[in-house]
């Protein structure tokens, strides 16, 4: 058995991969991101891309795209996983990147994973990269997100044939920095052998309202919100929130 060292999502992607797959639909996402998009050859910028899952569909249908994200496990297995999109490793508020972008992206509640004073910072460059007119979707936990769904301690298992994961989370509560804590140990089996990391990583808790503030503060108009990536109507309690925005033209 072996252990990584604590750190932020610092485990082979290959196993991070099994875990979305129980967590999101990525046809409904492709689908939705693309509505945003020129039929064919528009330029994507994925913040947070994790290991590169949504990029690799949007690049199978014919669009240039570029992921950014801090986990140097994820950016490899997703440099190794397609040749075709561009990976850069950074923390995604102090990324330097060569817009314009037709459509930039922050999926998987990634801007809750960012320290109240990089949202801002993210928030403008997202400005500077988009094309005139071009979109940003943003997937983000909001604060009945987090207490209708919280827990103290969980237990999950990801099966994918031959590999069996098991994540064991302790949630701690930091009510007056709004902040939520998790140590996550992941114990795998993987055709016989088994290993075990550890993340121990933040969540921030932002409101809708809150965070629409700092959009329109870094210039950037709120044109959709959603319940999910279906445009369906936002629901007033569980779930995350979809928030469409656009640098106006």
Same mark, same amino acid.
């Not at 604060?143 to 099966?159: E, G, S």
């Given at each position: ?9 610092? #485990? ?25 998009? +020129? ?23 014919? $669009? ?9 496990? #994820? ?19 102090? *990324? !330097?990147?060569?817009?314009? #972008?037709? =459509? ?11 320290? +109240? ?13 988009? *094309?005139?007119?071009?979109? #940003?979707?943003?997937?983000? *936990?909001? =604060? ?7 827990? +103290?301690?969980? @237990?999950?298992?990801?099966?994918? !044939? ?8 302790? $949630? =701690? ?13 992941? @114990?795998?089996?993987?055709?016989? !052998? ?5 993340? *121990? ?18 210039? =950037? ?13 936002? +629901?007033?309690?569980?779930? $995350?929130?979809? @928030? ?6």
């Amino acid at each position: 058995m072996t252990a990584d060292a604590a750190g932020s999502f610092e #485990f082979p992607g290959r196993y991070y991969e099994i875990i979305r797959r129980d967590f999101r639909s990525l046809e409904r996402e492709t689908t939705f991101l693309g509505s945003y998009l +020129p039929a064919v050859a528009g330029r994507v910028l994925d913040v947070g891309c994790g290991t590169g899952t949504t990029l690799r569909a949007l690049s199978k249908l014919g $669009h240039r795209c570029v992921g950014v994200d801090q986990s140097a496990h #994820f950016v490899e297995f997703a440099r190794e996983s397609c040749g075709d999109v561009e990976y850069v490793h950074s923390n995604a508020a102090d *990324a !330097e990147l060569a817009g314009p #972008f037709d =459509l930039v992206t922050c999926l998987f509640v990634t801007i809750n994973y960012m320290a +109240p004073d990089d949202v801002p910072r993210l928030l403008a460059k997202v400005a500077s990269w988009l *094309a005139p007119g071009a979109h #940003f979707v943003l997937d983000m *936990a909001h =604060l009945l997100n987090f207490v209708d769904n919280y827990q +103290p301690y969980i @237990i999950a298992h990801h099966i994918d !044939e031959d590999v069996l994961i098991t994540r064991l989370t302790r $949630h =701690l509560v930091r009510p007056h920095d709004a902040n939520w804590r998790h140590d996550e140990s992941i @114990i795998v089996r993987d055709r016989g !052998e088994v290993s075990m990391y550890f993340n *121990a990583f933040d969540q921030y808790v932002y409101t809708v309202r809150e965070m629409t503030r700092m959009l329109d503060s870094a210039g =950037l108009t709120v044109v959709g919100e959603f319940g999910a990536f279906d445009h369906s109507v936002m +629901p007033t309690g569980k779930g $995350h929130r979809v @928030i469409v925005a656009q640098r106006p033209g």
